[in-house]
């Protein structure tokens, strides 16, 4: 079993920097792939971005693609997401979410371990 927890939101300006942090319980999670995702009242979910267990492959949604960066540190038992650039749209609450033995192309369904969130808030 692995246990998630996020860090690292809080209010930036547009054109401002975070870098989110999901530090993770368990020995084999360097066998997980782990995704952000994030949402706002009234939407769905929403996949951001996901790392593969070796950290070779990721992949993002169209809309962060060149601002955020997703990487993980295998010591650490972390994944962070690097957001640059940031704009009041991507205000919303950032959640990171695991799967063993996954692939970067796993749904939203597949993903069995889940945060408990951090907002970020992006003001104009």
């Known amino acids: 079993q692995v246990q998630l927890e996020e860090s690292g939101g809080g209010l930036v300006q547009a054109g401002g920097s975070l870098r989110l942090s999901c530090a993770a319980s368990?020995?084999?999670?360097?066998?997980?792939?782990v995704a952000w995702f994030r949402h706002t009242p009234g939407k769905e979910r929403e996949f951001v971005a996901v790392?593969?267990?070796?950290?070779?492959?990721?992949r993002y949604v169209d809309s962060v693609k060149g601002r955020f960066f997703i990487s993980r540190d295998h010591a650490k038992n972390t994944v962070y997401l690097e957001m640059n650039s940031l704009k009041p749209e991507d205000t919303a609450i950032y959640y990171c979410?695991?799967?063993?033995?996954?692939?970067?192309?796993?749904?939203?369904?597949?993903?069995?371990?889940w945060g408990k969130g951090t907002q970020v808030t992006v003001s104009s």
């Open positions: 790392i593969s267990w070796s950290g070779d492959s990721t």
């Open positions: 979410a695991s799967v063993q033995y996954g692939n970067i192309w796993s749904t939203i369904d597949e993903y069995k371990y």
């Open positions: 368990g020995r084999a999670f360097r066998s997980y792939v």
